[in-house]
């Protein structure tokens, strides 16, 4: 079966510190990759993602950026981190294929990191 | 552009009523649409996925409605009880560059009293 794994769970870093979150799938291969946030009493934003290794796509101009160095792998990053920042950043995959994702394509999250700007 | 809009009001039910969420969106001609449960600090998890050929889904104490009309679908929870409390969102698939971008709504929290 599939699994996601995303870490760290939990994190409080300061203002214009680094950021690196990484997540990794098992089970499946070439699947499509996504980085969400969900600031306080929002809603999921789409930050990034990835149909390949290398391929990603921006979907909010922002200080963060995204790697996919293997298949299965994807990180979030940032040089320097802003108070806005501050979130529940999950990560999240579904199968690649074009048809299914046309009639239906499942997305699965992890468990989510918490980031804490101060 | 495209929008998806959930009530962003709590629904605050009696254990055993219905409840019942509303997903609109605009400017949208989606293939199928998913509903989502997702629990305090947890990632979403998958509940349901209704196609634009469909006119109702069931699965156990769950249905969902797709009006592609009204551009409307309606999420039930029947007999409802308090473990149902969560918020509850619905994703529709947003074509970007040759692929399909699950694109979610806010999601309306549900509480259920015992």
């Known amino acids: 079966s599939q699994t996601i794994h995303q870490w760290p769970a939990t994190l409080v870093q300061p203002v214009g510190s680094p950021l690196s979150l990484e997540c990794t799938v098992e089970?499946?291969?070439?699947?499509?990759l996504y980085w969400y946030r969900q600031a306080a009493g929002r809603g999921l934003q789409l930050l990034f993602y990835?149909?390949?290794?290398?391929?990603i796509s921006s979907e909010v101009p922002q200080n963060l950026s995204a790697s996919r160095p293997q298949d299965r792998q994807f990180i979030l990053s940032s040089k320097k981190l802003l108070l806005s920042d501050s979130g529940f950043y999950l990560c999240?995959?579904?199968?690649?294929?074009?048809?299914?994702?046309?009639?239906?394509?499942?997305?699965?999250f992890g468990e989510g990191s918490w980031l804490t700007v101060v | 552009s495209q929008k998806i809009e959930q009530n962003s009001e709590a629904l605050n039910i009696q254990e055993g009523k219905t409840a019942t969420l509303t997903c609109n969106y605009t400017?949208?001609?989606?293939?199928?649409l998913q509903w989502y449960r997702q629990d305090p600090g947890r990632g979403p998890v998958f509940l349901l996925l209704?196609?634009?050929?469909?006119k109702e889904k069931r699965k156990e104490r769950l249905k969902v409605t797709f009006d592609t009309t009204l551009k409307q679908s309606l999420f039930h929870i029947t007999a409802s009880q308090p473990a149902d409390s969560a918020t509850y969102l619905c994703?529709?698939?947003?074509?970007?560059?040759?692929?399909?971008?699950?694109?979610f709504g806010r999601g309306t929290s549900l509480i259920v009293h015992p």
């Open positions: 990835s149909v390949g290794i290398g391929q």
């Open positions: 994703a529709l698939p947003r074509p970007s560059g040759g692929s399909y971008i699950p694109t």
């Open positions: 209704i196609r634009e050929n469909e």
């Open positions: 400017n949208y001609s989606p293939a199928y």
């Open positions: 999240a995959w579904s199968v690649d294929r074009l048809g299914r994702a046309r009639s239906g394509n499942t997305i699965y």
């Open positions: 089970g499946t291969s070439n699947p499509n």
